[in-house]
């Protein structure tokens, strides 16, 4: 090869060199190379379930034959699935509602102490949410057993009737959303006391001069400014909350008479101990849509207005 065609070769060689060396010091390449790893992750263990649940919600029962829509239109004409469904959306808005305003006024409660206190009462106040949710399930199964129920013991030391607390509808459900709201109020108080920490004072102070009281300073310069936080931890909450599955498989089991099932509960009973697997698949699919588009119009919402504040 020639003097001439090699140095014709280098400068094409350098280019691409210089070229793959600025690619990989951008920092929008390394942050994806570093991101990989995830995104395997939830390929693996997330998209790929969540298709292949899709396809087996539109199989018969011995997944041989595709039907199509025909196993959600045979739930809709089951009168237990249409209880499951307004019971499972009664739970879950009942519960993240009780867990929005208990965690915001714990988080306004705790952002009032002094910073050298703070971390004891957020470690006491964390553990709810700390703990494995069977375990401490097991401990509320015990407290409203109806033998042995601690809860009763006080109320009838008090002079006041015990409760049946698993053995009646409705006071079954109100043990599980006792129990969820429990477990889930300490993540709201963590999310909203970083919010509230990062609220300028300046604002707090300019509403002061204004003539602001607390109930004003609350609902004008508070509340706007932790929209964004709201909204994205009331839909991750509520998307964990119809998902849930180890509280009522744990204290009710879904009695008395399929009154506390959840679609989580409901789809293991059919898909797991009954054996219609794609009929399973269709119970815990059947909110997807739903869910989505209030995500989508949540998230929209959250990108909107950070968009304004920018």
């Known amino acids: 090869m020639s003097q001439a065609s090699i140095a014709s070769i280098r400068p094409g060689a350098a280019i691409r060199q210089s070229g793959l060396h600025g690619l990989m010091r951008r920092r929008s390449t390394i942050a994806l190379l570093m991101c990989l790893p995830l995104l395997a992750v939830i390929l693996g263990l997330v998209l790929y379930p969540a298709v292949f649940s899709m396809w087996l919600a539109m199989l018969n029962k011995r997944m041989t034959k595709f039907v199509g829509l025909d196993n959600f239109a045979f739930l809709l004409r089951r009168d237990t699935f249409i209880m499951v469904i307004g019971q499972s959306v009664f739970f879950a808005v009942t519960a993240v509602v009780l867990k929005a305003v208990i965690g915001f006024v714990l988080a306004h409660l705790m952002h009032n102490i002094p910073s050298h206190r703070q971390r004891i009462w957020r470690g006491l ?77 300046q604002l707090y102070e300019a509403a002061a001069i204004d003539g602001a009281g607390p109930v004003q300073k609350l609902i004008y310069v508070t509340l706007p400014m932790m929209r964004n936080i709201i909204s994205i931890t009331v839909l991750f909450s509520l998307i964990i909350t119809f998902a849930n599955f180890d509280i009522v498989r744990i204290l009710t089991n879904g009695g008395p008479q399929d009154q506390t099932h959840l679609f989580a509960t409901y789809a293991f009973q059919v898909g797991i101990q009954s054996g219609d697997i794609p009929l399973g698949a269709a119970v815990s699919l059947f909110m997807f849509p739903l869910l989505a588009i209030f995500a989508f119009f949540t998230l929209r919402g959250v990108t909107r207005r950070t968009r304004e504040e920018m």
């Open 125 to 201: 106040l964390l553990v709810p949410w700390v703990i494995p949710l069977a375990m401490s399930t097991l401990g509320w199964w015990w407290l409203f057993d109806p033998s042995y129920s601690a809860i009763n013991w006080v109320l009838n030391a008090l002079g006041l009737p015990g409760a049946p607390w698993l053995g009646s509808t409705w006071w079954a459900r109100i043990s599980v959303i006792l129990v969820n709201t429990w477990y889930g109020a300490p993540f709201f108080m963590i999310m909203y006391l970083a919010a509230l920490k990062s609220v300028p004072e």
